[in-house]
């Protein structure tokens, strides 16, 4: 059974990079047939996607974010990571990794990760 | 950018009736490329419709989705306990760039 889940600290202060990784179990990452993307959810708040990924490592982000963000694929560990860098309070929310189907819909999401920047 | 907006914000309803959300793209979105999801508290999204009319997989058939080119609607024929949630459309006409609707909330 497919699934992906969120790891990395719960806590980083202001300033600081934010590091996720999403792990994959049940497939395989290197299928041609998806992209892996992160979105985010601020508390109380919608959802905002931070960036993509392909399995080749085309990566893919939003305008908003784009200077801050890094994703990168492990194929071999089956992994995909997010970095976030120079981060404020403007980024405490839950953080979701997502399969996105030929790069369309999400089909499959992770539990989401709640990461809270503080000092 | 294609901006989204969804209404109502808020839905009230009782169990049993007929939920109608809208959601209106700034611009056209080609090929009805438009989800839907929904949302419970501490879950995270569930894709409910693809392409504007198509259910993802364990769907049930009182979710409906229709629309094109910058009207979409998606329809709850008869509301379970189960569907009162937030609801989200998302376009992907940018694959595989996304952008959401602000939510609309179904509640009692």
């Known amino acids: 059974q497919l699934q992906l889940q969120e790891s990395g600290p719960g806590l980083v202060k202001p300033s600081e990079t934010l590091s996720l990784t999403c792990t994959l179990s049940?497939?395989?990452?290197?299928?041609?047939?998806?992209?892996w993307g992160w979105i985010r959810q601020p508390p109380g708040k919608g959802l905002e996607w931070i960036g993509s990924i392909y399995y080749s490592g085309s990566t893919y982000y939003n305008p908003s974010l784009k200077s801050r963000v890094t994703i990168s694929v492990d194929t071999s560990k089956n992994q995909f990571s997010l970095k976030l860098n120079s981060v404020t309070a403007a980024d405490t929310a839950v953080y979701y990794c997502?399969?996105?189907?030929?790069?369309?819909?999400?089909?499959?999401w992770g539990q989401g990760t709640l990461v809270t920047v503080s000092s | 950018e294609i901006v989204l907006t969804q209404s109502p914000g808020t839905l009230s309803l009782s169990p049993g009736e007929r939920a109608t959300l809208s959601c209106r793209a700034s611009?056209?979105?080609?090929?009805?490329?438009l989800a839907w999801y929904h949302q419970k508290p501490g879950q995270a999204p569930r894709l409910l419709i693809y392409?504007?009319?198509s259910r993802a997989t364990g769907i049930p058939d009182r979710f409906s989705g229709s629309g094109s080119g910058t009207d979409f609607t998606l329809t709850i024929s008869r509301l379970e306990p189960e569907d009162f949630a937030v609801y989200y459309c998302q376009q992907y006409a940018g694959s595989p760039a996304w952008t959401f609707g602000q939510g609309t909330k179904v509640e009692i």
């Open positions: 611009q056209s979105v080609s090929s009805s490329y």
């Open positions: 049940g497939g395989s990452i290197s299928s041609s047939s998806y992209y």
């Open positions: 997502a399969r996105q189907d030929y790069g369309d819909y999400g089909d499959f």
């Open positions: 392409g504007a009319s």
